[in-house]
């Protein structure tokens, strides 16, 4: 008989917290097979397809045998030419497509690659919490340590830089931020980003801007691109994604933008471990950016909708909330006496609805829950319906 072989998974694995929507996903399994028309607002997945010129442009390059063979790991040019095009328009801000755009196999890889171009054990890395929860991993990934800023209604849920301990500071290299915020929906100011710019800058730091929700926007309220402020594009990189913008988060496609020397850095890790996004992906990408602005105005008005209707739910319940500008989250409080747990628990055991935890998203999450807005008005409706007899 073969003796099975037995291995412990590595440190770095066992040294990580429990990803958290895979523990949301047991919950929403359980719930379902007890039968309970469950309302899951938990995960960011937009639950709108991806507009239809985007699929027919990637119905014909799948046809064209040039896009079967390995795409170049940093993107093709075209791609890339797209995105600086986008910029331009968006953000008028200018981008070389050949040393200041790079493809991502969607904005997550980024998140957890990027440090392993810059981080050395006994290095730190910031990162704003709560928040998407890949930014530790990668720099622990790489051996670092990380330093977490809190996020929270006092401080307009922007981190207090000057706070950082100078020991701290002293071994920072690299610092993830992220707005419109996930979790918290909250937006950057301009000063905000100046204050970035002039911090990463006088800190020898390099910024990293998550740009995910940049165009899931409300009431004409369009939000900052950090390559927008002065000394940006001196300091750090932008990481956008196509997935929330577009309704494609099953294609995997983003961009990085921004310094030519950090942007390098990136792409030796990923020339190293990925081998680029399939070419049909990316012309469909080129399509996406592309796209009339009347359809991503119907996808906003979308979210808009159900926004105000779920606004109006938790109001008449006494809940509290900031309106957000954008992303599709509400980030509320959990009523008195409870925790972000047992509220969760509260909404999913007497209500039918999956909310995600706000400590999941890091220790200054406690006490908030999130609500995803990506089931129809008529399901957020419902669903306030139900927490008005449970609570
Ligand atoms: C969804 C999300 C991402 C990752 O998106 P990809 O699908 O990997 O491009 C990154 N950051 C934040 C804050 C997100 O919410």
């Known amino acids: 008989m073969t003796k099975p072989v037995k291995m412990p998974l590595a440190d770095r694995i066992n040294s990580l917290p429990p990803y958290l929507f895979e523990a949301i996903d047991r919950m929403k399994q359980e719930t379902l097979s007890a039968g309970v028309d469950l309302i899951d607002v938990s995960i960011g997945d937009p639950d709108m397809p991806t507009p239809s010129h985007i699929v027919e442009r990637m119905k014909a390059a799948v046809e064209n045998p040039e896009n079967h063979r390995y795409p170049s790991s940093a993107g093709m040019l075209s791609y890339r ?18 040393t200041e755009v790079l493809s991502l196999i969607g904005s997550k890889e980024a998140v957890a690659h990027f440090p392993l171009a810059f981080i050395n054990p006994g290095d730190t890395v910031l990162y704003t919490s709560p928040g998407y929860p890949v930014y530790p991993v990668g720099p622990l990934f790489a051996g670092g340590q990380t330093h977490a800023l809190p996020l929270t ?13 100078q020991d701290v500071l002293g071994k920072a290299k690299l610092f993830f931020f992220n707005y419109p915020n996930n979790p ?4 950057a100011t301009r000063e905000f980003f100046d204050e970035v710019v002039e911090f990463a800058s006088r800190n020898n730091i390099i910024a990293c801007h998550d740009a995910a929700y940049s165009e899931i926007y409300f009431d004409g309220k ?17 990481l956008h994604s196509l997935s929330k913008t577009y309704n494609m988060t099953g294609w995997r496609l983003g961009f990085a933008a921004g310094s030519k020397e950090i942007i390098a850095g990136l792409a030796k890790i990923k020339s190293n471990m990925d081998s680029g996004v399939f070419q049909a992906v990316q012309e469909a990408g080129i399509a996406a950016l592309e796209t009339d602005d009347s359809v991503l105005a119907e996808i906003r008005n979308t979210y808009q909708e159900r926004r105000d209707a779920l606004a109006e739910g938790l109001t008449s319940l006494g809940l509290e909330f900031s309106l957000p500008e954008a992303s599709f989250y509400i980030w509320t409080k959990a009523p008195a006496g409870h925790t972000s747990s047992s509220f969760v628990e509260l909404l999913l055991k007497k209500a039918g609805i999956l909310a995600t935890p706000g400590n999941g998203f890091g220790d200054a999450g406690e006490g908030y829950v999130r609500f995803a807005l990506t089931v129809s008005v008529e399901r957020v409706r419902e669903a306030a319906e139900r927490m008005k007899e449970v609570l």
């Open 81 to 98: 030419r797209a995105v600086s095009g986008w910029y331009r328009q968006r953000f008028g801000v200018s981008l070389e497509p050949e």
């Open 153 to 165: 209604a006092d401080n307009g849920f922007l981190p207090d830089l000057e706070s950082i301990p």
């Open 184 to 187: 918290t929906t909250a937006c």
């Open 222 to 238: 369009k939000p900052l691109s950090f390559l927008e402020v002065d000394g940006a594009k001196d300091v750090g990189i932008e």
